[in-house]
């Protein structure tokens, strides 16, 4: 496999701003200027170090996309500004269907404008996209509607930038959902905004936690660096292109061109995802057993080290080890960002997992919000949601499948794409229920074993030999088996404690049953597709697919990510 193109970091500039403009050259200048001097400055200072590091090395890229309408005036021109830079990119966001929008704009030119610059977007996002009349049949109505729209996207804007460039001139919207207002939401949504009015640049809303967040900067670096050997890479997509391109023989009518495409611009990515995940998972996974694990042990030292005096020494000691071992599992587990790193590399391999699919049949991915109760590395900052969004812009653009292909396509997606998940989640529900069965098989031993073991102590305390000299037998068993006693009354509780962070460190109940809601979702959409054989229905039942399954792997990552290695 030939070396990946790296994937930039881009610093998403949203724009808001007065339609009417004196002097749009000025303007244009202004914004290029706040580009050069004020962006760095939004990053804390503990994270500027990296980045220069990051810019020494020259890996990955750090350059910016544009977030706008594209209406008359600010919209434009600070698009412009944006795109002097050749590796900027836009991303147009229109609150209305095209033939709605195109009828605000004053002028023929205007109306040109809008149509080349968002020939500049490779997937514009359309936050309505029927026409107004085909909603409301009054003017007042429609009125209504428009507005609802404006308002929409001033805060869709705020909601996906990472800056907010304002070109306001301080005073009060002139309308619903004019300038003040988007600058209002975005100081709620603790956006940093870069105001310009004249020759005047100013920062508003720049404050503690406030500005931008190195952290998706330093894992799109961290990805591009090659977190695997590139021979196990290539191997991987081998094998990728043998599971999806050979083996199912309802596979033997993709173009070659198609499955090219599939090998050079997603497999690569897969394959360093997927490959990353498993090994943090297997690293998380591993330091949760031996914690678990150790910490019955450390016990069981301990109480030998209490119970026998003669070999105190070697039980604290063996003790003190143990929990050396432990303290170092635990920090070695927290350095590496193994539950991080697994949950954030497993989502993007989702992405790109379902994205293979949906190349394969030509159609374009809608776009994927994520929760924002997830937390950080699930918000607009996700280095995944960015890194997926970079892969997928590399593809020429897809226009989806005709009848014939979708005929052709319906089997293979329905045996290689939902019928493997199926297959996946039903296994899944087995090896689940197995393993909680297991320990909850080991919990019911050690219970009844522990009542028994302390009423035999009662009983043995009861009847206690007098010590003779030299001492009896009967009074040597007596001290064996109290001891015995003694150490399985502390070992075994700890042993069950042990047991039941097992539990919650894997999460099996949990997995099994939302395991089990997946495969029969999924099956129900296999249904469905089967006598599906034209496009519209083809391809909304591939996106509803690609919902169930993105959504599943949020509701995972909502469980693991709050999942601790706990000592």
Excluded at 176 to 183: Q, R
Excluded at 513 to 526: H, Y
Aim: with cysteine; proline share 5%.
């Amino acid at each position: 496999m030939a070396d990946i193109e790296s994937l930039p970091y881009r610093i998403r500039i949203g724009v808001t701003g007065h339609r009417k403009l004196d002097d749009p050259g000025q303007v244009r200048a202004m914004v290029a200027k706040a580009l050069a001097t004020e962006i760095d400055g939004l990053f804390p200072q503990k994270s500027r170090g990296e980045i220069e590091r990051i810019r020494r090395d020259g890996r990955t890229p750090i350059c910016f996309k544009i977030l706008s309408p594209l209406a008359d005036g600010a919209d434009r021109i600070v698009a412009e500004a944006v795109l002097a830079d050749p590796m900027a990119r836009l991303d147009a966001v229109l609150p209305l269907a095209v033939e709605d929008y195109l009828e605000t704009f004053e002028s023929d030119q205007s109306r040109a404008e809008f149509l080349e610059m968002l020939k500049l977007s490779r997937r514009p996002i359309l936050l309505r996209a029927r026409r107004l009349s085909e909603e409301r049949h009054d003017t007042d109505g429609q009125t209504e509607l428009r507005h609802q729209a404006y308002v929409q996207v001033g805060q869709y804007v705020v909601d996906h930038c990472d800056v907010l460039i304002a070109i306001w001139d301080g005073e009060p919207a002139r309308g619903v959902g004019g300038t003040a207002d988007v600058v209002q939401y975005a100081i709620e949504q603790r956006r940093p905004i870069i105001r310009i009015w004249g020759d005047s640049i100013g920062v508003l809303n720049k404050g503690k936690n406030n500005g931008l967040d190195a952290s998706a900067l330093e894992a799109i670096d961290h990805f591009n660096r090659g977190p695997i050997a590139a021979a196990e890479a290539t191997k991987y997509v081998r094998n990728l292109d043998l599971s999806y391109f050979e083996k199912p023989d309802t596979a033997k009518g993709i173009p070659a061109t198609t499955r090219e495409l599939v090998n050079l611009r997603l497999f690569p990515y897969y394959a360093i995802a997927s490959t990353v995940a498993k090994e943090n998972q297997n690293r998380f996974h591993r330091a949760g057993k031996y914690v678990y694990v150790f910490s019955a042990a450390a016990v069981g030292c301990a109480a030998v080290g209490v119970l026998v005096p003669t070999l105190g020494w070697e039980g604290f000691t063996l003790e003190l080890a143990i929990l050396m071992v432990m303290w170092f599992t635990l920090w070695q587990a927290h350095r590496t960002h193994a539950q991080q790193n697994w949950i954030e590399y497993r989502f993007l391999a989702e992405r790109l997992r379902c994205g293979v699919f949906m190349a394969i049949c030509g159609v374009e991915p809608k776009p994927f919000e994520v929760l924002p109760y997830l937390g950080h590395s699930q918000t607009v900052n996700d280095w995944t949601v960015r890194a997926f969004d970079e892969i997928w812009d590399r593809l020429p653009p897809l226009t989806g499948c005709t009848k014939s292909e979708c005929l052709m396509l319906n089997p293979y997606l329905r045996e290689a794409w939902i019928g493997d998940q199926v297959e996946f989640h039903r296994k899944k529900v087995r090896l689940e229920g197995k393993a909680r069965e297991r320990l909850a098989h080991a919990g019911e031993i050690i219970l009844p074993t522990t009542i028994v073991a302390a009423f035999l102590h009662i009983l043995l305390a009861r009847w206690n030999p007098t010590q003779t000299t030299p001492p009896t037998l009967l009074f040597h068993l007596h001290e064996v088996v109290h001891k015995g006693l003694s150490f399985m009354a502390l070992l075994f509780p700890a042993i069950a404690a042990s047991l039941a962070g097992m539990e919650s460190h894997r999460e099996h109940l949990r997995l099994e049953k939302s395991s089990a809601n997946m495969a029969a979702q999924l099956e129900r959409v296999q249904r469905q597709m089967k006598p599906a054989t034209d496009p519209e229905r083809f391809e909304a039942l591939i996106h509803q697919a690609t919902e169930i399954m993105l959504g599943e792997t949020q509701s995972w990552l909502m469980l693991m990510r709050f999942v601790e290695i706990k000592a």
